[in-house]
């Protein structure tokens, strides 16, 4: 019944903006009103594929595209971006900062590949009779390179060799100095977007007020 009641309020909102906006396709074209399409829309689908499908065993992938346009509806949480200025700040700063992003996505994915395979070569390839099995290939000793770099350490697998324990503090250490480079550009790139948002918000409500008074 919640779900139902938010739905039919989003719907309209939804409706009541695309009638009162000047330019329909501009309306169509922003990204906060795609995200507010596809939160909305998975629920009408789930509703339609449960009125035809019923509790059907023989249609069991139908059910589970319905589980997965369920699982859609934490787009809801984005909505709170129209109204929230941090989400907004994020957002924007992620949209003037894609550069420092890329660049330090590739310098995970770097040190992903050097570290992952001296990691697979030091604690399997080497040693045939102690070899560590949770390095058994590179992509699996991806996984510990990237949660070693991030320092967040699960303890799933580690090395226990000498050489491969010696290479973990290298990783580590590598992992701190890599992802500090960019993330000072993004810092400031979020303050900056942070004080801008903040001050239209605060000049579009002090208009807001002048337009009310007159």
């Known amino acids: 019944i919640i779900e139902a009641i938010c739905i039919g309020w989003f719907t309209a909102e939804c409706i009541v903006r695309f009638i009162v906006s000047k330019n329909k396709c501009e309306f169509v074209k922003r990204p906060l009103?795609?995200?507010?399409?596809?939160?909305?829309?998975?629920?009408?689908?789930?509703?339609?594929?449960?009125?035809?499908?019923?509790?059907?065993?023989?249609?069991?992938?139908?059910?589970?595209?319905?589980?997965?346009l369920r699982m859609m509806r934490i787009f809801w949480v984005i909505k709170l971006a129209r109204h929230f200025i941090g989400l907004q700040t994020l957002g924007l700063t992620l949209k003037r900062c894609y550069r420092e992003m890329v660049m330090l996505l590739v310098f995970i994915c770097?040190?992903?590949?050097?570290?992952?395979?001296?990691?697979?070569?030091?604690?399997?390839?080497?040693?045939?009779?102690?070899k560590n099995e949770d390095y058994s290939s590179i992509p699996a000793a991806c996984w510990w390179v990237i949660i070693s770099m991030t320092t967040v350490g699960y303890g799933d697998m580690y090395p226990i060799s000498i050489p491969g324990r010696i290479l973990g503090g290298v990783c580590v250490v590598s992992g701190i100095v890599l992802l500090a480079l960019p993330i000072t550009f993004i810092y400031h790139s979020f303050v900056q977007c942070y004080h801008e948002l903040k001050f239209k918000s605060a000049r579009y409500s002090r208009t807001l007020s002048n337009e009310y008074l007159n």
Do not use: C, K
């Open 110 to 130: 770097v040190a992903m590949a050097i570290f992952g395979a001296l990691s697979q070569l030091l604690e399997h390839g080497l040693d045939l009779e102690t």
């Open 33 to 68: 009103n795609i995200i507010d399409l596809l939160a909305i829309s998975p629920y009408y689908v789930s509703v339609f594929m449960t009125l035809f499908t019923g509790e059907n065993p023989q249609l069991q992938r139908a059910g589970v595209t319905l589980r997965v």
